[in-house]
């Protein structure tokens, strides 16, 4: 119904452009001025268009999905047992390092332990390096 409202206004809405250039191609009888064409088209316009208005298609309400966090989801710290199988996943998953230094979920308290501190995991590292390096 909306459909026909909408192809009635468009015709109305020619009718009344064409009434403004020659009223009489688009009306009958004697009194066929440019006003009269003006006013029929015009009202018949406003009609027509407060119809269409009253079939417009409701839309339909948005459905709001919540994500849900799988079992085999391993893209958040507190999916991971310890820091250490964080740092083993982070290589697959960068999500993991928030500030970029290289250590996985630095920040996270891994069920109620301390906190690791980065600093400390790259001196350990650094330290580790130097003494493969002496062995040589």
């Known amino acids: 119904m909306f459909n026909l409202f909408l192809l009635l206004n468009i015709t109305l809405l020619i009718a009344f452009v064409i009434g403004l250039i020659n009223p009489k191609l688009v009306l009958r009888g004697n009194k066929r001025t440019r006003r009269q064409s003006s006013k029929v088209y015009f009202f018949a316009f406003v009609l027509s268009f407060v119809g269409m208005l009253s079939f417009v298609p409701k839309s339909k309400p948005m459905r709001v999905v919540t994500p849900t966090t799988k079992t085999n989801d391993f893209t958040m710290c507190e999916n991971f047992a310890t820091q250490k199988e964080a ?18 979920c630095d920040s996270f308290s891994f069920g109620g332990k301390e906190r690791v501190d980065s600093s400390k995991s790259r001196s350990s590292r650094s330290h580790k390096r130097r003494r493969r390096r002496r062995r040589r």
């Not at 740092?87 to 996985?104: C, I, M, Y």
Request: net charge negative.
């Open 87 to 104: 740092q083993a996943a982070l290589s697959s998953n960068p999500q993991l390092d928030k500030d970029g230094n290289g250590t996985a």
